[in-house]
């Protein structure tokens, strides 16, 4: 039983890591999807 709730524990820690690291990489993503839409001039406005 012991080793269940430690895996449990170290799977809970690895699962939050991850949450928080795919967060990351979407606001760089977004962050760079702003600055190539300002580089071309666009400014959000859709056609």
């Known amino acids: 039983m012991k080793h269940a709730a430690t ?4 799977a809970t820690g ?3 890591a991850g949450c928080h690291t ?3 990489v979407g606001k760089d993503v977004k962050s760079a999807g702003t600055a190539v839409s300002q580089a071309s001039g666009e400014n959000g406005k859709k056609k």
């Open 14 to 16: 690895l699962a939050l």
């Open 7 to 10: 895996l449990a524990l170290v």
């Open 22 to 24: 795919v967060n990351g």
